[in-house]
């Protein structure tokens, strides 16, 4: 009866997942699933990194230092879901636009997100989620 509320066993199997860093490179992006969500994970460039930080935030919808997003600079960590209508953002491939801040394009409705996951341009309302996260090691993050 109230049983059938509580989450099935596969769902609490996937409450926490561990990713291994070590192979992903400066500059590149790869994506996790958490709890059915794609997850983006950005080895973030010291340009990158400097972007992010040097913004104004007063130019922001959503106004969120970059040192707020990020446990360790150069890693950054994002549930994959635009805010807006809840569409996957490119910009995780190589060769995908990254809109007009460097970092992912929701081609669904124009929505921009800087190398931060901040939102800059278009309807999203908030920036891109930060799951809750932790290094382990330090090539290690337990999100979840």
């Known amino acids: 009866p109230i049983d059938s509320l509580n989450p099935a066993a596969d769902v609490l199997a996937l409450a926490?997942?561990?990713?291994?860093?070590?192979?992903?490179?400066?500059?590149?992006?790869?994506?996790?699933?958490?709890?059915?969500?794609?997850?983006?994970?950005d080895h973030r460039t010291a340009e990158e990194i400097e972007e992010a930080r040097s913004v104004d935030l007063?130019?922001?919808?959503?106004?969120?230092?970059?040192?707020?997003r990020v446990q360790q600079a150069e890693w950054l960590v994002l549930v994959g879901i635009c805010t807006h209508l809840g569409c996957v953002p490119?910009?995780?491939?190589?060769?995908?636009?990254?809109?007009d801040f460097g970092g992912w394009f929701c081609p669904c409705h124009g929505s921009h997100y800087d190398t931060s996951g901040r939102i800059r341009k278009g309807?999203?309302?908030?920036n891109l989620e930060v799951p809750g996260y932790a290094f382990l090691e330090d090539s290690t993050i337990k999100i979840g």
Do not use: H, N, Y
Not at 123 to 126: C, S, Y
């Open 16 to 41: 926490s997942t561990e990713v291994d860093l070590s192979p992903v490179d400066v500059g590149q992006r790869i994506t996790v699933t958490w709890r059915g969500k794609p997850v983006f994970i």
């Open 123 to 126: 309807p999203a309302p908030r």
């Open 90 to 99: 490119l910009g995780q491939r190589s060769g995908d636009p990254r809109g």
């Open 58 to 68: 007063g130019d922001l919808v959503d106004p969120q230092p970059d040192e707020d």
